[in-house]
C-alpha cells in the first residue's frame, strides 16, 4: 500500500496528464487543455486518448503508461463508466491526486461507485478531488486545470468551492474585480478530499493570504472546525453559506433542537472558529480584496474624513453595524484636523471638511490623520462636486494611499457620484486601490479587518478539565433503557444533575396522600407539585404542575386536581405519583441545552428561558468543547444579556454560575453518547455568588 501523498503536489505538479483530452473545440477534455496551455503551466503536459493524434501542439499519448516521465496529477475527463477504469490505470502509473471532472456519482445517486473508486484510490496510494468538479488552479505554477475563464490574475486570495457553477462565475468575477488568485479549487461532491485538507495546505502556503469558501453543507464538521480554528489564527477566512432560511430548521422533540436550525449552527460554529461569513457574493470579494493587500491596524481608532456631512452619517451608522470604533477624543480631534478644515466644517469624528474641499486640502486631511499615532485606520468619503476632476481625485487617492501603505496603516475610499466617478472607480481598481461606491460596502470591509485582527490577537481557550461519574450516569441511562423509554423521569435527571454539580431544587416523590403531607415537611413550603409519568412529557400542557402550595389543605387539594386534569388530558397515562419540589423565586430564567448537531457533533446553547424561549429566540450556540471564558461569552452574546449584566440599580447576575452549567452540560453530553438532547429549562440566575439554581430538565436518550 502506498503512503498517501502531501497536498502540496497537487498545487506544486510538476507534471499533469489530461485523460480524456480532446481535439474538439467546444468540449471539455478540450477547454481544459486549451486554459492549462493558455495560462502557461510551468510542469509538463500529457493530454491523453486512445485516438491518439495532438491538441493545441502537445501530442496525446494513447493511454498513461506511454508517458515517458511520472506524473503527479492526472485529471479525469472521461464520461463516469470510463473512469473506474482511468483510475486504474492511474494507480498502475503511481498518480498522486486525480481530479475528477465527471459527473454522475453521488450526487445523482450513484454513491457505491463513488465510494469504491475513492477506497481504491486511496488505497493505491492516491487522493480524489470531487467527482463532479469543474477543476482547479495554482497560480505557483501557472496552472489552470479547469473548464472556466482564462487569464487568471495572480494573487493572495484561495477560492473553495462545493458549487461548480458559482465557482466558474467566481473565477470570471475574480478577473473583472481585479482579484489576485492564489488558487481556486472545486470539491464537488468532496468525496476525499474536503475543505479540511486543502485548508491545511494553505494555512502554510505562504502566497495565500486570504481563503474563501463557498459551503452548501458540511459532513465532517468537528475536524473543519479544529483545522479553521488554527488557520484563522494565521490569514483571514471568508465563508459564504447557501441555507439561511428558517426551512432548513430541523424538527426536533426540544427547543434546542429546534431552535438550532442548521444555519444557526453553522453562523454560530464559523463566528466561534474565527471564520467572518459575507452576506453575499460582492461583500466577500470586496472583503477578500481588502484583507489581502491592507496592513493590519495597530489600534481601535478610526477616523471617517468626509466632503459632505450626509455620507459621515451614513459612515457612522454603518461603523456601529460592523463593529468599528470612531476615534472620540474630541480635544485631539480639534488639535489634528482644525489646521486643515474650514471654520464651517467639522472636526469632530467623522470629520467634515467641507463640499469646498479640493485635491490640496483633501490630502491635507489625510496626512494630518496618517501622521497622527492616535488614529489607525481611515475611511475617506467624496461626493461629487466641481472642484475636483475626476484626475485629480484619481492622483489624490493614488498618492494618500501609497503614503498610507507605506504607513502601515488602513485607508479606503468611498466615493459618490456620476458616470465620471463610476468610470474612476474603474481605473482605480486596477491599481488595487480598494474604493467603493457605496458607503457600507467600504466600512464594512474595515469591520472586517477589525473582526479578523481582534480574532487573531485573542489568547488561545483553555478548556478546563471537568470530572464526572460517567459509570454512575451511565447506570441511571441503562435503568431507563431496559425501562423502554428514551428520555429520564425527573428523579434520574437529577441524579444526572447532580453528577454535573447542577443545583436542583429540593424534591421528593409522594405516592400517597399521605406520603405527600409527610414529605411536604421535609420539602418546605412554599412548594411546587408536578405530576410524576412516564406517559406525561409535557407536564404544564396536561395540567401536571401546581405552583405556590402553601400548606397541607392546598397540597391535598392540588394532588387531587393535578390527578383529574392529568386523566383527562390522558386517560391511559399510567401516574407514578406526585413531585413535590421546593418552590423558588423567578427573577432571571435562562435556558441550557446541548445535543449532538449532524454536522458539527456536540453543540451547546444558551439562552433567554422561560416558556417564550421559542418565541423570543434570544439564544446563542457554540461547538463543545468551549473554554469558560467562551461560555461568559455566550451569556454576553444574547441580546437581553443587559438582564444578567445588572439593569435598573439590580445587581449583576451570577454569570459564573451559568458558565458552570454550560460547562457542566458540555461535559455530560461529550462524555455520555446515549444521550440525544439535553436541557435545562428555566435555570433561574441568582445575584452574582449566589448561585443558580435548574428547575426543570429534560434528558433524551438515543
Ligand atoms: N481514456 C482517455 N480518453 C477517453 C477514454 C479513456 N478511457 N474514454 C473516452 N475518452 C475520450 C473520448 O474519446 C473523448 O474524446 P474525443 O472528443 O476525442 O472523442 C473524450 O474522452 C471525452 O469523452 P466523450 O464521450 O466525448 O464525453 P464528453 O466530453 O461528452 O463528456 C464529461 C465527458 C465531460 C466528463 C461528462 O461525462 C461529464 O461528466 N460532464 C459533466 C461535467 C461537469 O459538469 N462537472 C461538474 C462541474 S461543476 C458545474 O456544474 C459547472
Redesign the pocket.
Known sequence: MRELPNVKDLFEARSLAV??????PG????SIVKNIVNDGYTGKLYP????GGEVLGFPIYK?LKDIPGEVDVAVI????N?VF??VRECAEKGVKFLPI????FSEIGNKEEEKQIIAFAREHGMRVLGP???GYSSSKISLNAA?GPNNLRKGGVAIITQS??L??AMMGKTTVECVGLSCVV?I?NKADLDEADLLEYLENDPETRVILMYIEGVQKGQRLLSVLERVTRKKPVVVIKSGRSSRGAMAAASHTGSLAGADNVFEAVMKQAGVMRAESLDEAFAWCKFLTAAPAPKGENTCIVTNGGGVGVMATDASEKYGLNLYDDQAKLKEIFSPVTPEFGSTKNPVDITGQAGYKEYSQALTAALENPAIHSVVALYCETAVFTAETLQAMMKESYEKYQKAGKPLLFSIIGGEKIEKAIVNIREDQIPVFPDVYQAVSCMGAMYNYSRHAALPAPVIEARKLNVPRIKETIAKAKADGRTFLLPWESKVVMDECGIRMPRNAIARSHDEAIKLAKEVGYPLVMKVASKDIIHKSDAGGVKLNINDDAGLLKAYEDILTSCKKYKADAKIDGMELCEQVKLTTETIVGARRDASFGPTVMFGLGGIYVEVLKDVVFRSLPVSRAEAKGMVAGIRAHKLLEGVRGEKPKDIDGVADVILGLGALIQAVEEISDIEVNPIVVNEAGKGVIALDVRILLY
Not at 485523460?19 to 474538439?24: D, E, L, P, Q, V
Not at 491523453?48 to 485516438?51: A, I
Not at 471532472?101 to 454522475?104: C, F, Q, R, Y
Open positions: 485523460i480524456g483530452a480532446s481535439a474538439t468540449k471539455i477534455g478540450y491523453v486518448n486512445p485516438k493511454c475527463t472521461v464520461p463516469s470510463f477504469d482511468a471532472i465527471t459527473s454522475g463532479n468538479i469543474f473548464f461548480g457553477a465557482g466558474i472545486s464537488g
